[in-house]
C-alpha cells in the first residue's frame, strides 16, 4: 500500500468521511500528481504555483480550488505528522477570497408547482412528491435523504433520525403536509416498490435504493413539467428551507442543529438574505426611506 492509499485508508477508518468525499481527495492528489508530473513527496512551492496557475488558467471556481486546495493540505499534514516530509508548504498558500454571493432560493410559488406535479395514484409519484417535500421540510442534504431508514422514522412525534457528514446523528422534524405524503407512501406505493425488501425509504422502480444522482434526475424532470424557468438542486430546497425558517421567526441556533452544520458560521449566510429581504421591505413601506 502506497502513502497515497494509506491516506485514503486514514479518511475511511478513522476521519470517518464518505465514500464520495474519499473519491474527491482521490481525484484532487490524482489530478495534482498529473499536473506537477513528479512525485508529491518531492513537491516545492513552485510546483504549488504552478498547479494554482493551471487552476486559475481554467476559470475554475474559487470554491472548488478552495475545496482541492484543503484536500492537498490535508493530505501533506498526514504525511507531515507520520514524518514522511519535513514541511507541509501547502499553508504558505491561502484559499482564494469568497465571491460574496448569497445562497439561491426557490420562491412560494415555484414550490406549490412542483408539489403539483407528481401523480401521487401512483407509487413512483407519490414518491417524487414525498422527495420535493422532505427536502423542503426538513433542509436534509440528499445525501442524507436516499439513506433514510425506515427503522430511523418515528411517525408519531414526526421526527427522522438523520446520520450526517462525518457520521454525526441529529434529529430533524417535519411537518403535517409531509407526515400526510409520507404516511400515503409508506401504506401504498412504498409497499408496491419494496420488491428487495429494502430498509431504505426511497426507492427506485426495481425496489432499489436511490442514489443522490437519481434524485437529482427527479427534480430536473419535475422542474421541465412544470415550466419553471430556472435550474433548482436539492440543495436548493435547502436553502430554502433555511431561508424561510429564519424568515419566520427561528433562531440561527435552532437552524444551525437542524441543517447539522458544524459551525454557526455557516448557517449565518441565510441571515444575509433576510437581512436583505427586512431591507426591502423597510424601503418599500416606510413613508420616508427614499
Given amino acids: 500500500m502506497n502513502y497515497i492509499d494509506e491516506f485514503l485508508n486514514y479518511l475511511q477508518v478513522i476521519r ?39 487552476l486559475y488558467s481554467i476559470q475554475m471556481k474559487k470554491t472548488t480550488i478552495s475545496r482541492k486546495l484543503s484536500s492537498l493540505r490535508t493530505f501533506y499534514d498526514y504525511l507531515l505528522k507520520k514524518e514522511i516530509i519535513d ?13 460574496n454571493s448569497l445562497p439561491k432560493f426557490v420562491c412560494d410559488d415555484d414550490i406549490d408547482k412542483m408539489f403539483n406535479i407528481p401523480d401521487t395514484r401512483r407509487p413512483l409519484g407519490q414518491r417524487n412528491l414525498l422527495i420535493i417535500r422532505m427536502l423542503y421540510a426538513t433542509g436534509l442534504r ?20 438523520i446520520l450526517g457528514k462525518g457520521n454525526k446523528e441529529r434529529i430533524v422534524v417535519f411537518g403535517i403536509n409531509t407526515y400526510n405524503d409520507l404516511l400515503n407512501y409508506l401504506k401504498d406505493g412504498y409497499i408496491k416498490l419494496n420488491i428487495k425488501n429494502s430498509e431504505y425509504l426511497f426507492l427506485n422502480k426495481d425496489g432499489y435504493k436511490l442514489s443522490d444522482r437519481y434524485v437529482r434526475r427527479i427534480i430536473d424532470d419535475i422542474i421541465v413539467k412544470a415550466s419553471i424557468d430556472m435550474h433548482i438542486s436539492p440543495h436548493m430546497l435547502r436553502h430554502t428551507f433555511a431561508t424561510q425558517m429564519l424568515n419566520n421567526g427561528a433562531d440561527l441556533v435552532s437552524v444551525k442543529e437542524l441543517l447539522g452544520h458544524e459551525s454557526l458560521n455557516t448557517t449565518s449566510i441565510y441571515t444575509h438574505v433576510t437581512d436583505e429581504k427586512i ?4 424601503d418599500k413601506t416606510h413613508p420616508r426611506a427614499n
Fill in 16 to 54: 470517518k468521511h464518505s465514500k464520495n468525499t474519499i473519491i474527491n481527495y482521490q481525484n484532487d492528489l490524482l489530478e495534482f500528481k498529473r499536473i506537477i508530473k513528479k512525485d508529491l513527496l518531492l513537491v516545492e512551492k513552485e510546483d504549488i504555483n504552478e498547479y494554482l496557475n493551471y
Fill in 87 to 99: 514541511i507541509n508548504y501547502f499553508h504558505q498558500f491561502k484559499n482564494p477570497r469568497k465571491d
Fill in 142 to 161: 440528499v445525501s442524507e435523504l436516499v439513506n433514510i431508514k425506515i427503522k430511523d422514522i418515528k411517525l408519531n412525534d414526526r421526527t427522522i433520525k
Fill in 279 to 282: 431591507r426591502q421591505v423597510y
